[in-house]
Every structure is written in structure tokens, then in C-alpha cells.
């Protein structure tokens, strides 16, 4: 990776520049390109290592990959209550550190995904209500909803929509952490389970009450990280830059 000071050094010869999520790009990176860099594009769907106003104000356009890893993502946010009802990273560090006796493994049961709305958020739009699934923002939540997909909404979890959510509410965020008020969310683990992949800090402190809460299994951001999506996204962000170098994009007041 482009160390910080490298990137200022070269970004003045550079008309483009594509980064993955590693790479910050501050507004001295704007200032250095001397008003050279025309297009920055984000090998990926957010853009929060990009600083947007600086981009701005330096007459550079933004672009990022927004479909390719999709995918990817969703499969990681069905994956997770998945292992989440059934305890298996539980289980699997308990096996690997010499584990309860076989005859105790009922400590690990929890219950059956079958019947249960996870699966039906695969719906789309209307379909989603019709499968029982709420989709959008917090406030047309009720509380018999168990699973939940929402926007990218800062900090739309909060004390007060973890309050009207059902005793028991599994929630899983994919999307980003800024959506959850983390310290809301440890209050909330008395009486729920959360499965994280991603946090307002990246990477968390190690000391995070959250990350080390036993109701919460965490991963490192991993919604994105397959081969596929990867490959994808570097393909549809060089494809976007091309295309805002070339002009074909209208940048919008
Ligand atoms: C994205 O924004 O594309 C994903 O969150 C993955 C990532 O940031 O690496």
C-alpha cells in the first residue's frame, strides 16, 4: 500500500487516482495534486476514506463502485444471524480450547432459523412487506419485526429504536457502523444478540465492551472480501473513472 507522504509526493502527476478502503484521501491529497487530479474513484461502495468537501472545492470528481460486491455483502449479512442462531464461532472456540464435555452441548442451542424472517429479506421492495420483512427506516418499525435490513442512516439505532425492538431482536449490521450508537447497543445486549461486521472505529479498540460482549460474534469488515467482489469492484471503479475522465458523467450542483 501507498504510504500517506508517497501518495502526496506522486498525487501531483497523477489525473486519476483509484483506491481500495487502506488508503486515505485527505485534503492534502487535494491540495498536492495542484489541481491536477480530475477523478478520484473508491474501489468499492462507501467512500468515507475519500474527504468529499476537499474533492469538491479542488474540482475533482468522485466515483465509486456500488454493485459489484453486493453481493457478497448480503451473503455475509445471511451468513451471520445463520451462525449466530446456531452459536458456531461459539462452539468453535470452545472446541479448539479443550471445549465443554460433548454431554453439555446443549449451552450452545439457541433455536432453529426455519419459520423464523431471516432469508425473506432477500424480498425486494414491496415483496419485503408481503414476506414479513421491514425494510427502510427505523420509525415504520414495529416491534414483532425479529430481523431488519435498513439504510445507511447515522446513528438510526439508538436507545430509543432499541427500546420498541421485540426482547430478543438479533441485529446484524453489514452496512456501516456508524448506523448503530454503539454504546446504545451494549446497553441493548441485555436482551438481545448482535452480529457485527462492522464498527464506527475500524479497527475497533481491543478493549471495545462491544466487540468483547459474549451476545456479539464480530467480524473484520469482511461483507466485501471475496475474490469476486473484489475483482468486480476494481473492474466497475476503473470503468467509472474512465467514464468521468472521458466526461460522460454530469456533475450535479
Ligand atoms: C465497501 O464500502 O465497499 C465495503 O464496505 C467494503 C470495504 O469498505 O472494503
Not at 51 to 64: K, P, W
Request: glycine fraction near 10%; charged fraction near 20%.
Amino acid at each position: 500500500m501507498v504510504s500517506p507522504e508517497e501518495l502526496c509526493t506522486k498525487i501531483s502527476l497523477c489525473d486519476a487516482l483509484i483506491v481500495r478502503s487502506g488508503t486515505k484521501v485527505t485534503r492534502e491529497v487535494f491540495e498536492r495534486s495542484g489541481g491536477r487530479l480530475k477523478v478520484g474513484g473508491r474501489a468499492g461502495v462507501g467512500v468515507d476514506n475519500v474527504d468529499l468537501s476537499a474533492a469538491t472545492e479542488h474540482g475533482c470528481f468522485v466515483v465509486n463502485a456500488p454493485t459489484a460486491s453486493t453481493i457478497a455483502a448480503a451473503e455475509h449479512g445471511i451468513a451471520s444471524p445463520t451462525a449466530m442462531a446456531r452459536n458456531i464461532a461459539q462452539a468453535d472456540v470452545s472446541m479448539k480450547a479443550g471445549g465443554l464435555p460433548y454431554h453439555c452441548r446443549l449451552n450452545f442451542a439457541l433455536w432453529q432459523v426455519a419459520k423464523k424472517q431471516i432469508c425473506r429479506g432477500f424480498a425486494r421492495g414491496e415483496d419485503a412487506c408481503c414476506h414479513g420483512v421491514w425494510k427502510g427506516w427505523f420509525r415504520g418499525c414495529s416491534a414483532c419485526q425479529r430481523y431488519a435490513s435498513y439504510p445507511a442512516t447515522s446513528r438510526i439505532f439508538s436507545d430509543q429504536a432499541f427500546s420498541q425492538m421485540k426482547k430478543g431482536v438479533r441485529i446484524v449490521n453489514v452496512a456501516r457502523g456508524g448506523v448503530i450508537d454503539e454504546e446504545a447497543l451494549v446497553r441493548a445486549l441485555d436482551f438481545g444478540i448482535a452480529a457485527l461486521d462492522v464498527f464506527t472505529v475500524e479497527p475497533p479498540p481491543k478493549d471495545s465492551r462491544l466487540v468483547l460482549h459474549e451476545n456479539v460474534t464480530v467480524t473484520p469488515h469482511l461483507g466485501a472480501s471475496t475474490a469476486e467482489a473484489q475483482e468486480g469492484v476494481a473492474i466497475e471503479v476503473a470503468e467509472a473513472v474512465v467514464g468521468a475522465l472521458k466526461g460522460e458523467f454530469a456533475a450535479t450542483a
